[in-house]
């Protein structure tokens, strides 16, 4: 079935730093791809997505290409700041008669040190 | 723009009570989901409904738990009886149908069985 793996952390970075989160999936057909971020004690927010092969999703200084050759979505952002501490989660969804549920990675904490 | 609507934000309640938690989903949104998250497992699909019809609800955990959805604007989560591991934040969502629209979720349902 349908899966997501992320790196595990949690990371811990220091303002400024150049930040790498590591996604890969496996899916039959051509999913749809995204990172959720999670604030302390809040939802689930829409960070970023690619919906196709070579798509380049961004927002808020961060970004993540949809590789189909190697099944990656790795997000990275090139100076993180403190407020950017939360869980990040990349995600899939499948349609066109496939699983249309997002399944989720198990999430990456990040913390962001002055 | 409403988002999508829980309530109750927080609950607390005694093992074998009731628990109903609602949700109103996004106007004009076809799909609607309900996810649980915690610590130990992450964020898990618990069912899903498109059009008002439930189309997955293989995550639900046992007969305890049911959903509802009456119409095309609320939902409902029922436990009974409510037992401590049960114990989670529960998130709605709804998207549009296709699958690269973005699923959106609301602040989630903190609950606490004591």
């Known amino acids: 079935g349908d899966s997501v793996t992320q790196m595990e952390g949690p990371v811990t970075l220091s303002e400024e730093a150049f930040l790498t989160i590591n996604c890969t999936y496996t899916?039959?057909?051509?999913?749809?791809l995204f990172w959720y971020v999670q604030y302390p004690g809040e939802g689930l927010q829409l960070l970023l997505k690619?919906?196709?092969?070579?798509d380049k999703g961004s927002n808020k200084g961060f970004e993540a290409t949809y590789r189909k050759e190697t099944t990656s979505f790795h997000l990275e952002k090139g100076s993180v700041q403190v407020s950017d501490s939360a869980v990040y989660f990349c995600?899939?969804?499948?349609?066109?008669?496939?699983?249309?549920?997002?399944?989720f990675g198990k999430g990456t904490k990040l913390t962001v040190n002055p | 723009d409403a988002g999508v609507i829980q309530s109750p934000r927080h609950e607390v309640t005694e093992m074998g009570q009731e628990v109903t938690l609602r949700c109103k989903p996004i106007?004009?949104?076809?799909?609607l989901f309900w996810y649980r998250q915690t610590m130990m497992r992450g964020l898990e699909l618990l069912i899903y409904?498109?059009?008002?019809?439930?189309?997955?609800d293989s995550g639900m955990p046992e007969d305890r738990f049911s959903a509802k959805m009456p119409n095309a604007s609320f939902s409902t989560l029922k436990i009974q009886p409510s037992e401590p591991r049960d114990s989670a934040v529960y998130f709605c969502?709804?998207?549009?149908?296709?699958?690269?629209?973005?699923?959106?979720f609301g602040e989630g349902s903190w609950l606490t069985v004591v």
């Open positions: 969502a709804s998207s549009p149908e296709y699958s690269g629209n973005t699923i959106y």
């Open positions: 899916a039959t057909g051509y999913p749809s």
């Open positions: 690619a919906t196709k092969a070579d």
């Open positions: 995600a899939l969804r499948r349609g066109q008669g496939g699983s249309e549920k997002l399944v």
């Open positions: 106007s004009g949104h076809n799909s």
């Open positions: 409904f498109n059009n008002n019809v439930p189309i997955d």
